[in-house]
């Protein structure tokens, strides 16, 4: 049985930083892609960061490009999201998801999924 599960999220102030991990279990890692997406409330999910399974390509949607960066540790089966600069804009609660072969910016594609982990930034 497949599993992620998300945690670091939080409250934190306007410029504050968070690193959100994911760690997975139940899947080969190393061979998934790995995506971070975002859903505020009202709004839809939305593409954050994207990393292949070896870490050698990553992608970000332009609205956190240059302050999140996303990384993984295939050795400890765990994908991570650093969040620099925060914004009130970024409260979301926070997914990861794993999809084989490349990461893309749909969630359709996404085969697996976590519960989500809040984040909160107050101005």
């Known amino acids: 049985q497949v599993q992620l599960v998300e945690s670091g999220g939080g409250l934190v102030q306007t410029g504050n930083s968070l690193r959100l991990s994911c760690a997975a279990s139940?899947?080969?890692?190393?061979?998934?892609?790995m995506g971070w997406f975002r859903q505020a409330p009202g709004k839809e999910r939305e593409f954050v960061a994207g990393i292949s399974w070896s870490g050698g390509s990553t992608s970000y949607a332009d609205s956190v490009k240059g302050r999140f960066t996303i990384s993984r540790d295939n050795a400890k089966n765990t994908v991570y999201l650093q969040m620099n600069s925060l914004k009130p804009e970024d409260t979301a609660v926070y997914y990861c998801a794993a999809r084989p072969n490349a990461a893309t910016r749909n969630d359709y594609e996404y085969a697996y999924w976590g519960q989500g982990t809040q984040v909160t930034v107050s101005s």
């Open positions: 139940g899947l080969t890692f190393r061979r998934y892609a």
